[in-house]
Nanobody, 130 residues
Framework: QVQLVESGGGSVESGGSLRLSCVASEPTHGRGRRYCVAWFRQFPGKEREGVAAIDRDGIVSYTDSVKGRFTISQDNAKTTLYLQMNSLKPSDTAMYYC?????????????????????WGQGTQVTVSS
């Protein structure tokens, strides 16, 4: 089963940028295998919420609060998932997780819930100061 490792979190000032990376132990596309991959974030005391996703067909979706500021992408080998975060706000402060699932079909990120994903990384903290 695929294993995920995130990196790239840190502390930045409001308006700054960060790029998160999530390295998968195997390609998420290829040899008859396709995963939906996504970024979630979790605020203290809250459930994880979807931020951005690339579904099994390569369709990208974003939650409204990050549209125009965040970009989700993958490398050509489909082993690394990225989240480019620009114009960061203090309200983006959270623990960020990448997730993958091979059975998830037909959902946008706003419809995806944590229980739908079988594979998770350990998380990386993003802190944005005002």
């Amino acid at each position: 089963q695929v294993q995920l490792v995130e990196s790239g979190g840190g502390s930045v000032e409001s308006g700054g940028s960060l790029r998160l990376s999530c390295v998968a132990s195997e390609p998420t596309h290829g040899r008859g295998r396709r995963y939906c991959v996504a970024w979630f974030r979790q605020f203290p005391g809250k459930e994880r919420e979807g931020v951005a996703a690339i579904d099994r067909d390569g369709i990208v979706s974003y939650t409204d609060s990050v549209k125009g500021r965040f970009t989700i992408s993958q490398d050509n080998a489909k082993t690394t998932l990225y989240l480019q975060m620009n114009s960061l706000k203090p309200s983006d402060t959270a623990m960020y997780y990448c997730a993958a699932d091979s059975g998830l079909i037909g959902y946008t990120i706003t419809e995806m819930r944590p229980h739908m994903f079988a594979h998770w990384g350990q998380g990386t903290q993003v802190t944005v100061s005002s």
